[in-house]
Each structure stands twice: as C-alpha cells, then as structure tokens.
Nanobody
Framework: QLVQSGGGLVQAGGSLRLSCVAS????????MGWFRRAPGKDREFVTS????????DYADSVKGRFTISRDNARNTVYLQMNSLKPTDTAVYYC??????????WGQGTQVTVSS
C-alpha cells in the first residue's frame, strides 16, 4: 500500500529525493514518517509529518539536511535529502502511523553515499 521510489548511489555532499505513494487507501489523515536501517544497525526514526498541522519532527542526525513534505492530493510523501554523508547510507522506509503504531510500511529503498 506504500510504494517507494528514488534513492540510489550519490557522492558525499550530494542530494537525493525519496517518494512514497499510497495506493489502495488514502493516508491523508495519517502521520507519515521515514525510517532507515543501516548495515548492522537497528532501524531508526528519521522524520515524520503530521496530517493535522503539517508539523514535523527530525532526528538530530538529519536536522538541517533532510526535509519531509507531503502532497495529500497526490497521496505522496517526500524526503528531500541534502548534504548527504556516508553515515546516511541505509535502506530507507516510509511508514504510516495508525493508533500510535507505525503500521504500514513501504518496501524499502537503498541509499548509498560514497565518500
């Protein structure tokens, strides 16, 4: 129900944009988020955006570099990633929050940042 696109290989300092399109249902009234899992590490929260007021939260590690946005008309959430670092290398997942649980997940997208 959440289909991701974007990602790939980029040099340090570069930019990428990830997209997450909802299908089969609307996520207009859901808080949406992005998570990532680096090799050998647990999945970690990256950012989220609320449907009610578009307020956002960011992990300290990405503040000032990543931006989450959403287009409810297109049922799409974006993650703009700038000034990428090798430590940002991970599989990125979009997710939708329901009943205080990150219940719905995208398929994952590989982001690799070379030094």
């Amino acid at each position: 129900q959440l289909v991701q696109s974007g990602g790939g290989l980029v040099q340090a300092g570069g930019s990428l944009r990830l997209s997450c399109v909802a299908s089969g249902r609307t996520f207009e009234r859901y808080t949406m988020g992005w998570f990532r899992r680096a090799p050998g590490k647990d999945r970690e929260f990256v950012t989220s955006i609320r449907w009610s007021d578009m307020s956002t939260d960011y992990a300290d590690s990405v503040k000032g570099r990543f931006t989450i946005s959403r287009d409810n008309a297109r049922n799409t959430v974006y993650l703009q990633m700038n000034s990428l670092k090798p430590t940002d290398t991970a599989v990125y997942y979009c997710s939708a929050l329901e009943d205080n649980t990150w219940r719905y997940w995208g398929q994952g997208t590989q982001v690799t940042v070379s030094s």
